[in-house]
């Protein structure tokens, strides 16, 4: 195995950042913890391929590190904002792979991401996990609350849903069940770690409302930010009154975001097809201030489908919005 700390994007085990691959069993508090949920049998109507998006954003995300590596002082400039980020001589990023899937009974498959997730969590961890397709973020939340348990009484929690889609059907019709990529949202609503005066949405935009949903919205006073919001009063007014919402009385905050919230023009790889998103700009800027609430305690991003994006830009997307959530877990800011 090489050692060198400069290696090609295409050497070596693909773990996420080429951070260390450890065992959940030395998971240490205060680490930021990768893990994958490669499946995409949570979808129903749309184009599936989801199961590839871990692979796909671990490799893609080798590039920017080897790209730090080699840099002068391991820093890299932003030349627009001519901000300096040093990569950390310890980030404390370490990747235990991917939890046990069963791709046949997404039953089993749930019950091993939610003891997983709560094993990061209770060991101190921040969890980070790359999907797959929607559905993930319930198991990921059942766990994140099953870890906060065991760290807290009672905890009190918000969740944040970056996405086109509500994802906040009860069920979806005779052949989709209760759980599936169009329901995390109502099975998350329903645990009783979290209300609904904390929950919001951010980035919805287009037909994608069901009318008894959009009611149920009106009736409960659901938060939600659509993509056009974002795009009239900017990335850092929505996230803020977002994160008012969510956070208000909370103990930890959880944060998904699904890649199919940029428009498909820029965000080619993912399942369920919209054009009128936000702009990959406007992405990278939700990400940027998201990254600056501490009270964020665990994510997940998903619905990269790398059979639908052969240039694997939607990948490298996914990873840059990670980079940018996580760039105080990764990098110091620095003078030149």
């Given at each position: 195995m090489g050692t060198h700390p400069i290696q090609p994007s295409y050497v070596g085990i693909p773990s996420f950042f080429q951070a260390p691959v450890i065992e959940p069993g030395r998971i240490q508090e205060g680490m930021t913890v990768v893990a994958g949920v490669p499946i995409d049998q949570g979808i129903i109507v749309v184009k599936p391929g989801a199961r590839f998006g871990p692979r796909a954003i671990r490799e893609a995300s080798s590039i920017p590190r080897a790209m730090f590596a080699a840099a002068t002082d391991h820093t890299t400039v932003d030349v627009d904002t001519h901000v300096a980020l040093r990569l950390r001589d310890d980030p404390k990023i370490v990747d235990i792979g991917d939890f046990d899937i069963d791709p046949t009974d997404i039953m089993k498959t749930t019950r091993a991401v939610v003891d997983g997730v709560a094993?990061?969590?209770?060991?101190?961890?921040?969890?980070?996990?790359?999907?797959?397709?929607?559905?993930?973020?319930?198991?990921?939340?059942?766990?994140?609350?099953?870890?906060?348990?065991?760290?807290?009484?009672?905890?009190?929690?918000?969740?944040?849903?970056?996405?086109?889609?509500?994802?906040?059907?009860?069920?979806?019709?005779?052949?989709?069940?209760?759980?599936?990529?169009?329901?995390?949202?109502?099975?998350?609503?329903?645990?009783?770690?979290?209300?609904?005066?904390?929950?919001?949405?951010?980035?919805?935009?287009?037909?994608?409302?069901?009318?008894?949903?959009?009611?149920?919205?009106?009736?409960?006073?659901?938060?939600?930010?659509?993509?056009?919001?974002?795009?009239?009063?900017?990335?850092?007014?929505?996230?803020?009154?977002?994160?008012?919402?969510?956070?208000?009385?909370?103990?930890?905050?959880?944060?998904?975001?699904?890649?199919?919230?940029?428009?498909?023009?820029?965000?080619?790889?993912?399942?369920?097809?919209?054009?009128?998103?936000?702009?990959?700009?406007?992405?990278?800027?939700?990400?940027?201030?998201?990254?600056?609430?501490?009270?964020?305690?665990?994510?997940?991003?998903?619905?990269?489908?790398?059979?639908?994006?052969?240039?694997?830009?939607?990948?490298?997307?996914?990873v840059a919005g990670l980079m940018t959530i996580l760039e105080r877990r990764l990098f110091d800011r620095v003078t030149l």
């Open positions: 094993g990061i969590v209770k060991r101190g961890g921040f969890p980070v996990v790359l999907g797959g397709d929607h559905y993930i973020a319930y198991p990921c939340f059942e766990g994140f609350v099953k870890g906060m348990l065991e760290r807290k009484s009672n905890p009190r929690l918000g969740y944040l849903h970056v996405d086109t889609h509500p994802d906040f059907r009860d069920e979806y019709g005779p052949i989709g069940g209760k759980y599936n990529h169009a329901t995390a949202a109502r099975r998350i609503s329903e645990n009783a770690a979290v209300s609904y005066k904390n929950m919001a949405w951010v980035g919805l935009n287009g037909f994608v409302m069901d009318a008894g949903i959009y009611r149920m919205f009106a009736t409960h006073r659901l938060k939600m930010l659509s993509a056009r919001t974002i795009r009239e009063r900017g990335a850092k007014e929505v996230v803020r009154e977002a994160m008012e919402t969510v956070a208000s009385d909370a103990d930890a905050v959880y944060v998904t975001i699904d890649i199919d919230v940029v428009t498909n023009s820029e965000a080619r790889g993912t399942g369920a097809t919209v054009f009128q998103g936000i702009q990959a700009e406007e992405f990278l800027q939700l990400m940027e201030v998201l990254g600056t609430y501490d009270i964020i305690k665990s994510i997940d991003l998903c619905e990269v489908s790398p059979p639908l994006d052969p240039s694997g830009a939607t990948a490298d997307l996914a």
